[in-house]
């Protein structure tokens, strides 16, 4: 079982960027698609944005134009770099295997890294 472990979250202003790292204890190229979630107190975890093993991009609505997702096999690492941050794109983000993510007892869910944006 491949292991995914979030980091990169921080304290931003409006309008600033920031680039999140998800990192697999083994090899990324085993994951047929990586997804970026995120979730705010109050609310459910909603998909930000996808990448398949094969280079194929999904992003949700809101984010499109504003964030990048993309990834580096040699590093087993997934990223997702977030420009012009709005203080509702605040909460804590987790990266997960998107076909696995809804399955029948599949919770696996690494601690997230917080973004908070906030003048």
């Given at each position: ?10 304290l931003v202003q409006p309008g600033g960027s ?30 930000v944005a996808v990448i398949t093993r094969g ?65």
């Amino acid at each position: 079982q491949v292991q995914l472990v979030e980091s990169g979250g921080d304290l931003v202003q409006p309008g600033g960027s920031l680039r999140l790292s998800c990192a697999a204890s083994g090899s990324i190229s085993s994951i047929d698609a990586v997804g970026w979630y995120r979730q705010t107190l109050g609310q459910q975890r909603e998909l930000v944005a996808v990448i398949t093993r094969g280079g194929a991009i999904h992003y949700a609505d809101s984010v499109k134009g504003r964030f990048t997702i993309s990834r580096d096999n040699a590093k087993d690492t997934v990223y997702l770099q977030m420009n012009s941050l709005k203080p509702e794109d605040t909460a804590v983000y987790y990266c997960n295997d998107y076909l696995r993510v809804g399955v029948k007892d599949y919770d696996y869910w690494g601690p997230g890294t917080q973004v908070t944006v906030y003048s």
